[in-house]
């Protein structure tokens, strides 16, 4: 069955943010592969330590809060996950990963960009929900940060209590922010974990982004529709339409 996705008819659009409105899916990336590779060529402990790919990206890390990243990856090779351990691997790839930002700055995907225009010039209220802790400062490189009515990062659900993605959560509280019910808004994802959330969370229309995790992860996760690029989201585009 095929159905337009009216943006008007949306009481909230609910934004992942890294992989969906900036690359810096890919900055993550990048650092805990040089993190958990690093760490894996000198661990001695029991586990497997065969280099960490970006499969291991996609099925263990990918949208979900930082030290729930680690744990799950090393749970996944038999390490010996200690809270001790978790926290220092988290927080050096943290650290590589705000070098980055500093250095190079962030340019969000235009499509991204053109998408969101589209949604202000219609008065549609719009939330960001991300995992990550940085994501103030992401938008703010990025200069969207008055784009949006509310930014739920990792430290405010931190802050609040909140479990993270696969968990509903911080998109159930994005939505009551902007007063509005989780039928009638959007999920924006490129996450596994972020795409099973909004699901978990019965959203109107969970939207997957292909940047990586494939069409057929997203889908089996919950993805009424999977897009290449928030373009195509747009009135007119080839894949405006939404499969339900
Ligand atoms: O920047 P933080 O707080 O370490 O958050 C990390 C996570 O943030 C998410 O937004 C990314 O999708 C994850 O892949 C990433 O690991």
Do not use: C
């Not at 263990?60 to 990856?73: A, S, T």
């Not at 659900?157 to 009551?176: M, R, V």
């Not at 019965?202 to 292909?210: A, M, Q, T």
């Amino acid at each position: 069955m095929t159905s337009p996705l009216n943006w008007q008819d949306q009481a909230a659009v609910l934004f992942d943010l890294d992989g969906v409105i900036t690359p810096t899916a890919e900055v993550h990336m990048r650092a805990w592969s040089d993190m958990f590779n690093d760490f894996l060529s000198s661990w001695e402990g029991e586990g497997d330590t065969a280099p960490y790919t970006d499969v291991d990206y996609f099925a263990h890390v990918d949208g979900k809060p930082r030290y729930d990243g680690v744990r799950d990856f090393l749970s996944s090779r038999g390490i010996p996950a200690s809270e001790e351990l978790v926290r220092e691997l988290g927080d050096r790839k943290n650290d590589a990963f705000n070098v980055v930002l500093a250095r190079d700055g962030v340019a969000p995907y235009p499509g991204s960009v053109r998408l969101l225009d589209h949604l202000a010039a219609l008065g549609a209220r719009l939330g960001v929900v991300s995992s990550s802790a940085n994501a103030p400062a992401v938008l703010e490189a990025a200069g969207l940060l008055d784009r949006f009515d509310t930014v739920v990062s990792g430290s405010v659900a931190h802050d609040l209590g909140l479990a993270g993605k696969p968990a509903p959560d911080t998109f159930l509280h994005a939505a009551s922010e902007l007063g509005a019910t989780p039928e009638r808004s959007v999920v924006l994802e490129d996450a596994v974990s972020g795409v099973r959330a909004g699901r978990a969370g019965r959203f109107g229309h969970v939207i997957g982004v292909d940047r990586g995790a494939g069409e057929q992860a997203l889908r089996e996760a919950g993805a009424d529709v999977v897009v290449a690029d928030l373009a195509d989201l747009l009135p007119g585009e080839a894949a405006q339409q939404v499969t339900g």
